[in-house]
């Protein structure tokens, strides 16, 4: 990720737009993944907070996403991130489409995932611990259809199938189920943020209609 986090100008280029997609998707997949590094947490302290233009969408989660950033330091942060989603057994909130779709993890939605994903040409690493319905492969392959320079794969198309198919059916319910946790300080202001991130890419994907 880069140095300097920021919302993305509006009136900007298509170019400039789409990088700050894929940019903000790096940044989910970083955040759900594992507890966040110094380097990225560095980064997003001294991200710059307002929007080209006052009252933009991602305005204000972005500055209670920072804030809580900048309020909390790396421990307590790592120590959320555990709290939440490791620990011996049954985590307080999953992280994996198959519980939110199936109410079970490795179901038929993870079966189809896999299919789709071949289909892209995409595969999980023999180092990744996690299954590919993981919300942060989620936001990594869309990153890649984004950024990628397969443009067979890497365009709108397969941009809108896959978020239609694959996250947007369940992304709203894991913000739920983050911000209704009381010990969710840093990871509730992630969730706003996600929520308000994905209300924009459903609203600029209905307009391909």
């Not at 989603?85 to 985590?91: A, M, R, T």
């Not at 038929?108 to 071949?118: E, G, I, N």
């Not at 840093?186 to 307009?207: K, S």
Request: proline share 4%.
């Amino acid at each position: 990720m880069s140095d300097s986090l920021s919302l993305s100008a509006a009136g900007s280029s298509a170019l400039d737009e789409e990088t700050a997609r894929a940019e903000l998707y790096g940044l989910l997949a970083q955040l759900y993944y594992a507890r966040p590094n110094p380097e990225t947490l560095a980064a997003l302290r001294v991200a710059v907070t307002e929007a080209p233009i006052e009252g933009g969408f991602l305005q204000e989660p972005w500055q209670q996403l920072v804030g809580t950033a900048r309020a909390l330091d790396d421990v307590a942060i790592a120590a959320e991130f555990d709290r939440l989603f490791g620990g011996v057994g049954k985590p307080e909130v999953f992280l994996y489409g198959s519980h939110y779709l199936s109410g079970f993890l490795n179901e038929k939605p993870l079966v189809r995932l896999r299919s789709d994903l071949a289909a892209l040409g995409l595969a999980r690493g023999e180092a990744m611990p996690e299954t590919e319905d993981h919300v942060a492969y989620l936001c990594e392959v869309m990153r890649y259809l984004i950024a990628g320079d397969d443009m067979a794969v890497c365009n709108l198309t397969a941009q809108r199938k896959f978020f239609v198919t694959h996250l947007q059916p369940w992304i709203l319910p894991l913000c739920d189920a983050l911000q209704g946790q009381s010990a969710a300080h840093f990871y509730a202001a992630l969730a706003h943020f996600t929520r308000a991130f994905v209300a924009i890419e459903v609203q600029g994907f209905d307009m391909l209609d």
